[in-house]
């Protein structure tokens, strides 16, 4: 991030009083101040319908840097300084006098400073605004030069591959492709861009990425959090929208991506897009055979009672949206033929952590007894940030003795200096102009292509092989049937705990309906 030299920016945010702004705009944009990766001459404009004056706004964001920045507290003189550069625009996004009130403003910032920077328009509201906002920016003509003009828009970005296509067109029809930033938080994390340069750096890793020599790869994102507050959206969502068809998809297009010609936006995405055409497709049998669904009964996570998700706030009684989906893929290219991809997704399970496991083929020619143990990569996301390779050694002593040994990587051992947020990165990178770690429309619709026979087929079979899992589990079952015979069960890092099973986890294991 050290060597991005940023031009001089006006920087708006569409819900300012938002939770997004709060706990993660403010705090990214508050560490690239106080790190000088901005331009000393750049400013902030916070848009909301809620009346409230300047300072009191600022006192409020103080709250939210103080509690998640990843500083710590705020340096009192630093605040106040950083403070100065924020503007509250009272406005709702549904009247035009909002974005006059706008436009007076940046004006009034470009001319006081004499220059005409950057303008980035990050779009941190309900879906249903997107469309609003994007039209008044144009008609307004607010972003409407090609070099220096962005929109940020958060997912999820349609319901699905209809609604997708429709707003890609809606907004290209007001912007350039090269001014319309699609943004996942995925892809600011750190270990997520180590991903490319520890394939594409590393020649001794590139010539085994194939199926000549891999078996399987497992990509699991658990979350120990539950819905929460969250019922009323994620219910008309469910977490094959909410992680599979986003975050997943992305960290099994950096996996699975061919080299691209060139460490370029373009060239990058290019190859994503390869990988996504190449995925098989499923049609409504191969579904049930491929795809496990379930949804957390009540249980324990971390020593905590939590509630089964039918009993959440603002969620139906009788819901049958997943909160968790287990899935094989399959990608049809000559490099992947055959080798299984598992993805797996779930809330309340029992630790947080994002991990990918590469498992390599058996020895050809195995001449020990005890040589049982395959080869595997381990690439942890969160908790910690390490690549491990397991691989079979000799015990020391006098006989030829194996055992599975680990070399290891991790973050907190080779680095001392605090790494940067994903969206410090992600806001950089848009302020910068590279549009490497996001992604492009045809990108966003290719992965709703492969989701949705998946969820057409949820659709017509609404309680069909619906699985019932404990809160504080794995999962259901079924999950662990999936990667067999590859693997007798899910991999879990050695820290991760495994739940004793318990009556209730085995009630839980139930089908709805089949």
């Known amino acids: 991030m050290a060597d991005k030299k940023v031009l001089p920016a006006s920087i708006t945010i569409f819900g300012a009083k938002g939770d997004l702004t709060w706990r993660k705009l403010i705090p990214a944009l508050y560490n690239l101040y106080i790190d000088h990766h901005l331009n000393p001459k750049f400013h902030i404009f916070c848009v909301d319908f809620l009346t409230v004056d300047n300072a009191s706004y600022h006192e409020w964001l103080l709250t939210g840097v103080n509690?998640?920045?990843?500083?710590?507290?705020?340096?009192?003189?630093?605040?106040?300084?950083?403070?100065?550069?924020?503007?509250?625009?009272?406005?709702?996004?549904m009247k035009k006098e909002t974005y006059d009130d706008l436009k007076s403003h940046i004006a009034k910032f470009e001319k006081q400073e004499n220059i005409r920077g950057v303008r980035m328009f990050y779009f941190a509201v309900a879906p249903r605004f997107i469309e609003v906002i994007a039209d008044a920016l144009c008609k307004q003509k607010l972003c409407n030069r090609d070099a220096l003009d962005r929109i940020v828009v958060e997912k999820p970005f349609g319901t699905d591959l209809d609604s997708a296509r429709k707003l890609n067109r809606y907004l290209a029809k007001r912007f350039k492709e090269k001014q319309i930033y699609h943004i996942d938080h995925y892809l600011g994390k750190e270990m997520v861009q180590n991903i490319l340069a520890f394939r594409f750096a590393n020649h001794v890793f590139e010539p085994l990425w194939n199926n000549k020599f891999i078996d399987q790869i497992q990509i699991s994102v658990a979350e120990e959090v539950s819905v929460g507050k969250r019922g009323g959206y994620y219910d008309s969502s469910g977490a094959l929208r909410d992680m599979i068809q986003n975050h997943l998809l992305q960290l099994l297009c950096i996996i699975a991506m061919d080299c691209p010609k060139a460490y370029e936006a373009e060239a990058i995405r290019d190859a994503k897009i390869k990988v996504l055409?190449?995925?098989?497709?499923?049609?409504?049998?191969q579904v049930f055979k491929n795809v496990v669904r379930g949804q957390y009964a009540a249980g324990t996570v971390g020593g905590q009672p939590r509630k089964a998700y039918r009993?959440?706030?603002?969620?139906?009684?009788?819901?049958?949206?997943?909160?968790?989906?287990?899935?094989?893929?399959?990608?049809?290219?000559?490099?992947?033929?055959?080798?299984?991809?598992?993805?797996?997704?779930?809330k309340n399970m029992a630790k947080q952590s994002t991990t990918?496991?590469?498992?390599?083929?058996?020895?050809?020619?195995?001449?020990?007894?005890?040589?049982?143990?395959?080869?595997?990569?381990?690439?942890?996301?969160?908790p910690e940030l390490e690549i491990g390779l397991i691989f079979e050694g000799k015990v020391p002593g006098l006989h030829m003795k194996l055992l599975p040994m680990e070399m290891d990587f991790m973050y907190k051992d080779a680095y001392i200096e605090s790494l940067p947020e994903a969206y410090e990165a992600l806001l950089l990178d848009v302020l910068d102009g590279d549009a490497t770690q996001f992604m492009r429309a045809d990108q966003i619709e290719w992965a709703w292509k492969v989701v949705m026979p998946i969820l057409d087929a949820w659709k017509k079979n609404p309680k069909k092989q619906l699985?019932?899992?404990?809160?504080?589990?794995?999962?259901?079952?079924?999950?662990?049937?999936?990667?067999?015979?590859?693997?007798?069960?899910?991999?879990?890092?050695?820290?991760?705990?495994?739940?004793?099973?318990?009556?209730?986890?085995?009630?839980?294991?139930?089908?709805?309906?089949?």
Not at 356 to 372: A, E, L
Not at 483 to 494: D, G
């Open 467 to 514: 699985q019932f899992y404990e809160s504080g589990t794995w999962g259901p079952a079924a999950a662990n049937a999936l990667v067999k015979p590859y693997s007798k069960e899910w991999f879990r890092l050695n820290h991760e705990p495994t739940p004793l099973p318990t009556p209730a986890a085995e009630k839980a294991q139930i089908v709805a309906a089949t």
């Open 356 to 382: 990918i496991m590469i498992q390599f083929r058996d020895s050809p020619h195995k001449i020990f007894k005890d040589d049982i143990t395959p080869n595997q990569l381990i690439i942890s996301i969160q």
């Open 277 to 285: 055409k190449d995925v098989r497709i499923y049609n409504s049998e």
């Open 67 to 93: 509690e998640f920045s990843r500083t710590g507290r705020a340096d009192a003189q630093k605040w106040t300084e950083f403070a100065k550069h924020i503007t509250y625009v009272q406005g709702d996004f």
């Open 311 to 346: 009993e959440e706030e603002q969620v139906k009684p009788d819901s049958n949206t997943e909160t968790f989906v287990a899935a094989r893929f399959f990608i049809d290219s000559p490099r992947w033929k055959g080798v299984p991809f598992f993805l797996r997704t779930g």
